[in-house]
Structures are given as C-alpha cells and as structure tokens.
C-alpha cells in the first residue's frame, strides 16, 4: 500500500510515519486486530504546521462503526509530538481486502468451547420461563466485561430471544464474505436469531433447523479470542439444550431458579438431565429472592444437585425496568441491590473442568 505525502518539505515523512505507527496500534474492534496488522491504514498526510489527515479502511461505513473506531484513531495520533490537529475519515475496504479478510477470519476462527479452546462456557437454564434466566444472562455478561474479560452471549434461545431487547440493540451482524461478525454492546458480542427477524415475526423451527442454526452460530461467527461465552439456553429439556451439549463437550451448566417449590421442581429435571449427560454443572442462581416468592429454593436444589448456591439475586424492580428499557442494570444502576449480586456470582463463577470419558465428541472442521 503506497504511504501518500502531502508535503516533501524536511521532517513531514517522520512525522508521517510516527502517525501511521501510532494509528496502527489501534484496534479495529470488530475484527479484534490492530488496524497496522490488517492493512487498513489507506492514507496519512501530514504538514509542517501539525495538520494531519488519516484515511482508514473499515468493513463498516464512518456513520454505522458500531466500536467508535473513528475517535480511538483520533485520539491514538493526536498524542504523537508535533500533531496539532487531526482528521480522520473512514472509507469501505475494497473488494480484494475483503476477501483477504474473510480469509484471514476462517483461518483464525475455532468454535468457542471445543477441545482444547482456553473459552469458558456456561449454559444458562431454567425449568420453566418467567424465572428472570435471561435477564441474569446479560447482566452477569456485562458484570463479567467490567471485570476485564472478554465475554461474548448466544441467545439460544431461539422461541424466546430476548438479548436484543435487553441490550437495546437492532442491528444486523456485520458479514465479510460468509463470517458474521458479534453485534458489540457494553462491552460483550453477542449473537441472537433475534438480530435476524422482525420483532413480531415467529420462528417456527424443527429439530434439524436449530441444530443447524447452533452450529453455524458457532462456526460460521467471529467470536475472536473469548475469556468466557454465556448460552441462554430455552427453558427446559427440548433440543436446543441437548444440541448444545453435542455441540459443546467442556460447557458446564448453570441452573437458575426461583424460591419458589414448582421452579425448583422443573429446574432440578434440567439438572438431572445434565448430570445424565455428564455435563458438569457450575452451580445454582437463585433469582427473585425475597418478597412474596420467599428464599430457599435455590440452596434445596443445590443440595439435590450437590452443586454450590452461586447467588441470591434480591427480588428487585429496576432489574424488570432495566430489560424494558433496554440498558443492563449493571449499566443502568450499578449500586443496586441485584447488581452488587450480581457481581458477586460473577467472581465466583468456577472454573469447570469437564470429563470427556464416556462422551460422544462432535465432529467439526475446525
């Protein structure tokens, strides 16, 4: 790629290469790469006088950047001595750039959770619906990224998604030549049918059809380099859960229930069904705690499951209120009473090691 000088007055190229390395330390967000790493630095001028222009390729337009790469640019070169002021602009890769990338995504790309991938992985599930399960999902996520990990959410939940709302977000995913890219918000990518179909629209799928849609939400997505991925899996026992424990060897399953006797009866059939599988189980959450639905249920299923209690998440409103308006309560009121709960599960969230002894392994080219 040609370096473009403005100017060959002496001292300009230096400057102009001080300016190309420090905008090449930028991450591009979405591809989870520096902009130098993938040759997407199209242009930088520079002058005597310190005005400096910097012309970056992007898979997404300069309006729709979802990662505001167009200010981390800014900001990256206006701390090189000498730089009065910045322009940044962002232009569209060109064809033959986003092939390469697409390329370079495939070859980079292993499902999260497969032998040997260092991601953690946890299938968040309930017995019944109603029980606050995806809610506790995204905020847990959010908890998880403020702690400094990466942390990416399939809403496999495919009848009932729910994560667009809850995080507020509508967009599509981005595509580069078959690879879809996370929707990014509050610091998690995520991933739901739900960015794919209208709001009132149903998804009527059979079996095949969401194996399907599983696997290539797994292998067909950039997850990137994840710390840990969150599966809000449908309430119950049905083919979502037993696909992802095919799918997925090493995820462990965390059971989320309410004080209430009939939602630990059906949630302790998700953890036998678990258990059955030889899926290990990272623990129980308890949501809804106090008021008129009462505490204990989540410790008796503990017990049965001979699992740990994770966390007792207060019977709070602003986490209801928070989901309606589309902002994690995490984010929305971090000093709340479920937040600060929250939080706690969050650090104590084990690190499950799962047997693969008697298992039958998936067969997938990596």
Same mark, same amino acid.
């Given at each position: ?301 503990? @017990? ?30 971090? @000093? ?31």
């Amino acid at each position: 790629m040609n370096l473009m000088l403005s100017t060959r007055r002496p001292g300009t190229s230096t400057l102009e290469g001080a300016v190309r390395a420090a905008a090449g330390e930028v991450m591009e967000p979405l591809l989870d790469g520096t902009l130098g790493r993938l040759d997407l630095i199209e242009e930088v001028t520079a002058r005597r006088t310190g005005e400096v222009r910097v012309t970056v390729r992007a898979i997404v337009s300069e309006g729709d950047h979802p990662a505001g790469l167009q200010q981390a640019v800014e900001a990256a070169v206006r701390a090189v001595p000498g730089v009065r002021n910045v322009a940044v602009s962002l232009v569209p890769v060109l064809e033959d750039q986003r092939l390469s990338l697409a390329k370079r995504l495939r070859s980079q790309n292993r499902r999260p959770g497969g032998l040997g991938a260092p991601t953690r992985v946890y299938g968040v599930a309930s017995g019944k619906g109603g029980v606050g399960k995806s809610s506790l999902t995204v905020n847990l996520a959010v908890a998880l990224a403020r702690s400094g990990q990466r942390v990416g959410v399939l809403d496999a939940d495919v009848w009932g998604y729910s994560v667009p709302q809850l995080f507020g977000v509508r967009e599509r995913p981005v595509a580069v030549k078959g690879m879809m890219l996370p929707v990014r918000a509050h610091d998690v990518r995520l991933m739901s049918i739900g960015f794919f179909v209208e709001d009132a629209e149903p998804v009527v799928w059979r079996g095949p059809m969401l194996q399907k849609a599983l696997e290539q939400f797994l292998d067909d997505v950039y997850w990137g380099s994840l710390d840990v991925l969150l599966i809000d899996l449908p309430p119950g026992t049905g083919d979502v859960a037993l696909t992802i424990l095919e799918l997925l060897p090493t995820a462990a399953l965390l059971v989320v229930t309410t004080p209430q006797k009939a939602a630990e009866q059906v949630a302790a059939r998700v953890g036998r069904m678990a258990l059955d599988a030889r899926m290990p189980l990272a623990g129980v959450l308890e949501n809804m705690t106090g008021g008129a639905f009462g505490v204990g249920g989540g410790a008796r299923l503990a @017990e049965q499951l001979g699992t740990p209690l994770l966390g007792q998440v207060p019977m709070d409103e602003a986490l209801s209120r928070a989901g309606d308006d589309g902002v994690p309560l995490l984010v929305s009121d971090p @000093e709340a009473p479920a937040s600060t709960e929250i939080r706690k599960v969050a650090e104590a969230l084990p690190v499950v090691r799962s047997s693969l002894v008697g298992k039958s392994l998936p067969l997938f080219v990596g």
